[in-house]
């Protein structure tokens, strides 16, 4: 069975970094569609950023501030946070597809088959 582990979250002041990692046990990324997605309390989750086809998607909110990137030695993908604001608190999931069920809504939670727990990110103004 895959699972995805998120880490790296926690507290960090307004304008700092945060990098969020993700790992998969049971599979490998090299050939699936990944996203990240965030959840803020009483609210949907939403798309965050995406790598599928070996481009990056970003939602409008986090474009020029965040970014996604994935190593494939370490089977890895990574979120890299800067100019971090307090609306970016959330929690944050690793969401991951197979390339080849992957239809092109990246920014669709729907897309995904395989979901992290999540890991908690505040940031305080």
């Known amino acids: 069975q895959v699972q995805l582990v998120e880490s790296g979250g926690g507290l960090v002041q307004a304008g700092g970094s945060l990098r969020l990692s993700c790992i998969p046990s049971?599979?490998?990324?090299?050939?699936?569609?990944m996203g990240w997605f965030r959840q803020a309390p009483g609210k949907e989750r939403v798309f965050v950023a995406a790598?599928?086809?070996?481009?990056?998607y970003y939602a409008d909110s986090v474009k020029g501030r965040f970014t996604i990137s994935v190593d494939n030695a370490k089977n890895t993908v990574y979120l890299q946070m800067n100019s971090l604001k307090p609306e970016d608190t959330a929690v944050y999931y690793c969401?991951?597809?197979?390339?080849?069920?992957?239809?092109?809504?990246?920014?669709?939670?729907?897309?995904?088959?395989?979901w992290g727990q999540g890991t908690q990110v505040t940031v305080s103004s």
């Open positions: 790598r599928a086809g070996g481009s990056p």
């Open positions: 049971g599979r490998t990324f090299s050939n699936d569609a």
């Open positions: 969401a991951a597809v197979p390339q080849s069920y992957y239809s092109g809504s990246y920014y669709s939670a729907r897309e995904y088959w395989y």
